[in-house]
């Protein structure tokens, strides 16, 4: 337990600094977020005012960048760099390292969903009840695991160029085709279909739902479910094969 | 009394009580038997066995590709061997590791990896010591990412020996190390040995390992070649050089001596003998000199059978 708090301790003291997690991770979305609620002033979403619906979609986009590319990449490359050799020399076996790693990634995604509802809430003054700012967060941390498989997923590439190019089609496939950055009406039907489909979708269809009154539907929870355990499986499964 | 006697001076007790220690089985701190390990089908080690005893520091050589990273992260339990086994006197005890190639995480302080290291050890209070025995407390603010390899290396060397591990394995630790921290290195791996640390070591600069390590283990194409304590080496084979007639120029070519300006030179395993054979065929000679092989002269020698074979 003690391996574990020290080795979240140093992690997020080397995230914090990470110049990519500040940049596509917090910076990004927020630059995003001014400019498009910009563009698309007084609109609305599905009843949602759309300065709150691109707030979920933004803090959405956010989760799902730091969980597949930063966290994805990092780890293969602390991977490639026997970083990690070094590590589980010490007092700190493998299962405990990814137990931290996880553990930090969430803290980090904490961060990020505080920190985007805090200052964007100030800036827009956002009259919703605090049951459901606590409603929304839980769902989008909890959703943001199933994100940190496919991190792990992508982690398990034998080299780090194929790791970096695999994460950015994901995640922009994620992004635009879940309708993270513009929403999924405005795209050809048959775009629609495929987009209605995706864990980043339906991850944030969730908190949409949450915000429109509706509450999350339980066969969103059923697929998102389905996807976590087979990319979980697959995980372990590319994981167990790497390492014998 | 009688064991003063017997044994004439407390060297010989000692060595007396060190091998029967290692005969009953008691000083040997891990057993590595039958160990072998493949990758895509290429066999890199066969057939490993040897032991290591407490406080015995081995020096693991061998060319490149000859296998001496594999079985060092084999010891590690980086990697899993394929066939073979390995058997720690009890529990597995900690090892210390000071890698050939440290590539760190770039954005943590100095201070900030050496007491994360530390801390995993619950030894976080000896962070400022540390960094001082490893000349780098005025660095403590500096990036691990801008230390150079020589720093990085005495900050894992230092880091490996703080939290007392029974055994310390580094793969070419002086490597890109400035003159002063070599003297430095060698000082505080004395002092490790003094500790009763085992080290298990591979270096290229041999006039250190004379000196740090007791036994030589040599690797060749994933076999174990030589298994030997060093100062047997040492005082296996000699250099016996002397000044002759130019008459006997002939002969001595003969039996395999060089000659360079008049002197003659020839490495023996015996030169008890070489001498004798000398003084058989009236061969007057001066300025004789049996010198004892260097350690660098016989891996030398091993390396051009290699080349040779």
């Known amino acids: 337990m003690k391996s574990i708090v020290v080795t979240v301790g140093m992690e997020l003291q080397r995230m914090i600094k990470d110049r990519y997690f500040l940049c596509f991770s917090l910076l990004m979305p927020f630059i995003f977020y001014i400019l498009f609620t910009y563009i698309n002033r007084g609109a609305a979403v599905d009843g949602i005012e759309f300065d709150y619906y691109f707030l979920i979609s933004m803090t959405c986009y956010s989760l799902v960048v730091t969980s597949v590319q930063t966290f994805g990449i990092q780890i293969m490359y602390d991977r490639m760099q026997t970083w990690m050799d070094y590590l589980f020399t010490h007092p700190l076996t493998p299962s405990q390292y990814f137990i931290s790693r996880i553990i930090t990634q969430l803290l980090l995604n904490t961060l990020i969903v505080s920190l985007f509802f805090l200052v964007v809430n100030a800036w827009k003054q956002f009259d919703r009840p605090l049951e459901e700012w606590i409603m929304t967060s839980l769902w989008l941390l909890a959703g943001s695991i199933l994100f940190l498989t496919i991190g792990i997923l992508i982690a398990q590439s034998r080299k780090v160029e194929t790791a970096s190019v695999t994460a950015n089609i994901v995640v922009l496939g994620l992004a635009i085709l879940g309708g993270l950055w513009m929403p999924l009406q405005t795209f050809p039907n048959w775009v629609q279909m495929i987009g209605e489909w995706l864990p980043s979708y339906l991850f944030a269809r969730g908190a949409w739902t949450i915000a429109s009154g509706e509450g999350i539907e339980i066969f969103n929870i059923i697929i998102l479910t389905c996807y976590f355990l087979v990319l979980f499986i697959g995980a372990m499964i590319l994981q167990y094969r790497q390492r014998s | ?309």
């Open chain 2, 1 to 309: 009394m009688t064991i003063v006697i017997l044994f004439h001076d407390i060297t010989s007790l000692l060595l007396v009580i060190y091998l029967v220690i290692l005969i009953a089985g008691g000083g040997v701190m891990l057993r590595i038997n039958h160990v072998s390990k493949s990758f895509k089908g290429q066999q890199v080690l066969r057939d490993i066995t040897f032991q290591i005893a407490e406080g015995e520091s081995i020096l693991l050589l061998g060319a490149n590709g000859a296998g001496k990273s594999t079985l060092l992260k084999i010891v590690l339990q980086m990697l899993k061997q394929d066939r073979g086994s390995m058997e720690w006197k009890g529990k597995k005890p900690h090892i210390g590791y000071v890698p050939q190639a440290p590539s760190m995480i770039g954005n943590l302080t100095v201070y900030q990896f050496a007491s994360y290291v530390l801390s995993l050890h619950g030894k976080r209070v000896q962070v400022l010591t540390v960094l001082q025995d490893a000349g780098l407390e005025p660095k403590k603010k500096v990036l691990t990412g801008n230390l150079s390899t020589g720093q990085m290396k005495r900050l894992l060397f230092q880091l490996a020996v703080a939290v007392k591990p029974k055994l310390l394995i580094m793969d070419e630790p002086t490597a890109g190390m400035d003159l002063e921290a070599k003297r430095q290195f060698r000082k505080r791996l004395l002092d490790v040995r003094a500790e009763g640390i085992s080290v298990l070591v591979t270096t290229h600069i041999l006039l250190e390992a004379e000196e740090l390590a007791d036994r030589l283990l040599y690797l060749e194409d994933g076999v174990i070649k030589v298994d030997r304590p060093i100062e047997d080496i040492m005082l296996d084979r000699k250099s016996i050089s002397f000044r002759t007639d130019f008459k006997y120029k002939g002969f001595l070519l003969s039996m395999g001596y060089t000659q360079q300006e008049g002197l003659y030179q020839k490495l023996t395993e015996d030169a008890d003998k070489e001498l004798q054979l000398l003084i058989q065929h009236n061969i007057k000679f001066t300025q004789l000199e049996i010198k004892g092989d260097t350690l660098e002269q016989y891996v030398e020698g091993l390396e051009r059978e290699e080349v040779g074979t």
